[in-house]
């Protein structure tokens, strides 16, 4: 073997925040306060972050310790994410809606040792204050009251006491930067850890041309929360190119955040769809000219609201798909070229084409790899370097096959690498043998005129094993009926897909990071909550 001779520098958060920083010093972090949005340069927030790592530093935090942040999108989140890692800590995004006893598993199960909370939330961290074994020190920020979590320590003056210019060490590219939850939807959520190293490939990846080809011209509104996947590895792209951000904080109700985007004036937005729904029906005169993309993931996108989009505010929605596991951009329905107009659409339906550095492969039930012909249907299967390879202190081996992470998900993959996702594993329904499609059936639903939701599971059937049941939320003022449903599904899905059990219902619940949360649905079915009626 011949030995290159190229530098061997660690890949990492450091050079990210080093290059934004001094590069692109005059880019802007504003944070909308309900009214007005203050403004600080990057180079404002580097300095404010060298302090934040000499204050942790001064309470005793260390390399690896875990530094939990249990905030809103906001300046001082966005100056953590890079404080705490560059530091060689690991940075713990607390999802702020998870339920008490699930937040408490997972503050000690990483075993926080302090935690930056926005003093407006911090009632609900209070709830489990006394379950934290291993939490040293609290420390909050902004306006709120913070009296329910005892003694606590205030961001600012703590920022005050310090200086700019901390020296911050070396550190392994392979080591831990930062942690995220998955949300848990059945037993306790599970740990990934990023690495310095995949970070920074997956801010790399997200950049590019062949994704968001973000730059320093990009204004992002960051509506997807900081603790969920990092928001989507946006924060690390978006400062490495110099892009400007926009932070909502809990600003997102429709009418807010319609003001927010005519006022600032992005060219780029993430958001899963329950967001963009409300905005579409709540907001529809928005001047939304200034955005040029809409990333939108989370949970699958309709044709109907990708179609209202483009035809109500000019903006395109882009489907994209990932995971906490994947860091989690892995996929983006970017439609093939040579595509004709009349099928683009078929496209951007689709869960999207597999992005360069992540490896993809589907497989049967017994592990066998299946063709990529968009007609084998199996499980996906991904790996790649922002991939996680195992779930921290959770061996949870059946979530891995040959190195390979198994999402859960079921679906096909065309030739081309564009995956259409059925369903989850879970969630697919199983109909006297032949499989039903809920996604497909939800997003068919969810282009008729009267239905605002729709969410589909399965049920048992004595005849068939399973039939689904769709869940539907009216839209306001509608009274749509199961009949003129059932009728409207005809010759857009297969005959027999079409339910026969049906349930109106006032919203549909949801998991903390906005997914439809159908083991609540199939509990109130079991249960004989939910008022179901049958056709035929």
């Not at 958060?13 to 692109?24: C, E, L, N, S, T």
């Not at 037993?187 to 997200?206: D, E, I, W």
């Not at 066998?368 to 991939?387: H, M, Q, Y």
Request: glycine share 10%; hydrophobic share 40%; net charge negative.
């Amino acid at each position: 073997m011949i030995t290159s001779t190229m530098q061997d520098r660690p890949l990492g958060i450091r050079h990210i925040f080093d290059y934004g920083r001094r590069v692109y010093a005059g880019s802007k972090v504003f944070t909308f306060d309900g009214e007005n949005a203050r403004e600080a340069t990057f180079a404002e927030v580097g300095d404010r972050a060298d302090k934040l790592a000499a204050a942790l530093s001064r309470l005793g935090i260390g390399e690896g310790d875990r530094v939990g942040t249990f905030c809103w999108n906001n300046q001082h989140h966005l100056e953590a994410y890079f404080a705490v890692p560059c530091m060689g800590a690991i940075l713990h995004t607390l999802n702020i809606r998870l339920f008490p006893e699930q937040l408490a598993y997972v503050i000690n199960h990483a075993e926080d040792k302090v935690i930056i909370v926005d003093a407006s939330i911090a009632p609900l961290l209070a709830r489990v204050r006394h379950q934290l074994t291993t939490v040293e020190h609290i420390i909050t920020a902004g306006e709120g009251d913070v009296s329910e979590l005892g003694d606590t320590l205030d961001l600012e003056t703590l920022l005050a006491a310090e200086d700019v210019g901390y020296t911050y060490p070396e550190i392994d590219e392979r080591a831990g930067a930062a942690m995220c939850y998955t949300s848990g939807t059945t037993g306790n959520p599970k740990g990934v850890m990023y690495s310095h190293r995949s970070s920074y490939l997956h801010s790399f990846a997200v950049v590019g041309a062949h994704a968001l080809a973000l730059n320093q011209h990009d204004r992002l509104l960051l509506i997807v929360p900081m603790f969920h996947a990092n928001a989507w590895g946006l924060p690390y792209a978006g400062w490495m190119v110099g892009s400007d951000f926009v932070m909502p904080q809990q600003f997102l109700q429709a009418e807010l955040l319609a003001g927010l985007i005519e006022s600032t004036k992005p060219t780029f937005s993430g958001a899963v769809p329950t967001v963009l729904n409300d905005l579409l029906h709540n907001r529809p005169k928005t001047d939304m000219s200034s955005l040029r993309l809409v990333i939108c993931g989370g949970s699958a996108v309709p044709a109907s609201l990708i179609e209202a989009f483009d035809q109500t505010f000019g903006v395109p929605v882009l489907q994209g798909w990932g995971m906490t596991e994947t860091s989690p951009l892995a996929a983006l329905a970017w439609v093939p070229k040579g595509t004709p107009p009349q099928e683009e659409m078929e496209w951007r339906v689709r869960t999207g084409r597999v992005l360069p550095g992540v490896s993809m492969r589907l497989c049967d039930d017994t592990g066998k790899e299946l063709p990529w012909d968009g007609e084998a249907l199996g499980e996906i299967e991904v790996a790649g370097p922002w991939i996680t390879g195992a779930y921290y202190k959770d061996s949870a081996e059946e979530k891995f096959h040959d190195g390979w992470l198994r999402t859960g998900d079921v679906g096909t993959i065309e030739p081309n690498g564009f995956v259409h996702l059925s369903d989850r594993a879970k969630d697919v329904i199983k109909s006297g043998g032949e499989w039903i499609s809920s996604v497909d059936l939800e997003n068919t639903l969810m282009g008729h005129e009267a239905v605002l939701e729709a969410a589909v599971i399965g049920v048992p059937d004595e005849k068939w094993d399973e039939r689904p049941l769709a869940c539907v939320v009216r839209m306001e003022g509608s009274q749509v009926a199961a009949a003129e449903l059932g009728a409207f599904l005809e010759g857009r899905v297969a005959k027999w897909w079409t339910p026969e059990r049906w349930a109106f219902v006032a919203e549909v619940p949801k998991t903390s990071v906005g997914k439809f949360d159908k083991k609540v649905l199939r509990a109130a079915y079991a249960s004989g909550e939910l008022d179901v009626e049958s056709l035929g």
